[in-house]
T-cell receptor, first 112, second 112 residues
Framework: SQTIHQWPATLVQPVGSPLSLECTVE??????LYWYRQAAGRGLQLLFY??????ISSEVPQNLSASRPQDRQFILSSKKLLLSDSGFYLC???????????FGSGTRLTVV | QKEVEQNSGPLSVPEGAIASLNCTYS??????FFWYRQYSGKSPELIMS????GDKEDGRFTAQLNKASQYVSLLIRDSQPSDSATYLC????????????FGSGTRLSIRP
């Protein structure tokens, strides 16, 4: 069966520090991968998605970047965190838009 | 008009009653529709998917789809306190690569 792993679960980082969040999927090949952010009490904001290795589409210009170095690995990064980067970061995978997404357990990031 | 719209709530329903959650969408070409449940502090979980007009039942949950009216709903029968959560309606977009658009969610509270 397919599983998605996301870590760390919580993270407190100072303003200006770098960020690296990792997500891996097991049990499937060539998944579509997504990074979402959810601010407190708000909806889901799509940040990046990828349909294959090295293919990254950015939805919202911001202080973040994403990479997909391997088929089932998706990484979210920042060189210098801002206070506004705080939120709940969710990785998700799908075999196609008509099959829905499966979300990882999320990373709660607090920038201080 | 937003692509996927939901009433934000909160919707308060007595235990044992039927909770009715509604969603409208703008893309007439949409072929699949999803309901996610998100408990506070947790990631969204897919609970229902529906592809054809009419009703689809799964235990206490029934999804209803009316493509002509661009309307999808979720009914929860015999509501339990454990049903208290935010419910997200999600609809794939066919205007670009494999993405799903999420509504902002309806917060449901089941009162004893």
């Amino acid at each position: 069966s397919q599983t998605i792993h996301q870590w760390p679960a919580t993270l407190v980082q100072p303003v200006g520090s770098p960020l690296s969040l990792e997500c891996t999927v097991e049990g499937t090949s060539n998944p579509n991968l997504y990074w979402y952010r959810q601010a407190a009490g708000r909806g889901l904001q799509l940040l990046f998605y990828s349909v294959g290795i090295g293919q990254i589409s950015s939805e919202v210009p911001q202080n973040l970047s994403a990479s997909r170095p391997q088929d089932r690995q998706f990484i979210l990064s920042s060189k210098k965190l801002l206070l506004s980067d705080s939120g709940f970061y969710l990785c998700a995978w799908s075999v196609g838009r008509d099959y829905g997404y499966t979300f990882g357990s999320g990373t709660r990031l607090t920038v201080v | 008009q937003k692509e996927v719209e939901q009433n934000s709530g909160p919707l308060s329903v007595p235990e044992g009653a039927i909770a009715s959650l509604n969603c409208t969408y703008s893309d007439r070409g949409s072929q699949s529709f999803f309901w996610y449940r998100q408990y506070s502090g947790k990631s969204p979980e897919l609970i229902m998917s529906i592809y054809s007009n009419g009703d689809k039942e799964d235990g206490r949950f029934t999804a209803q789809l009316n493509k002509a009216s661009q309307y999808v709903s979720l009914l929860i029968r015999d509501s339990q306190p454990s049903d208290s959560a935010t419910y997200l309606c999600a609809v794939p977009t066919y205007s670009s690569a494999s993405k799903i658009i999420f509504g902002s969610g309806t917060r449901l509270s089941i009162r004893p």
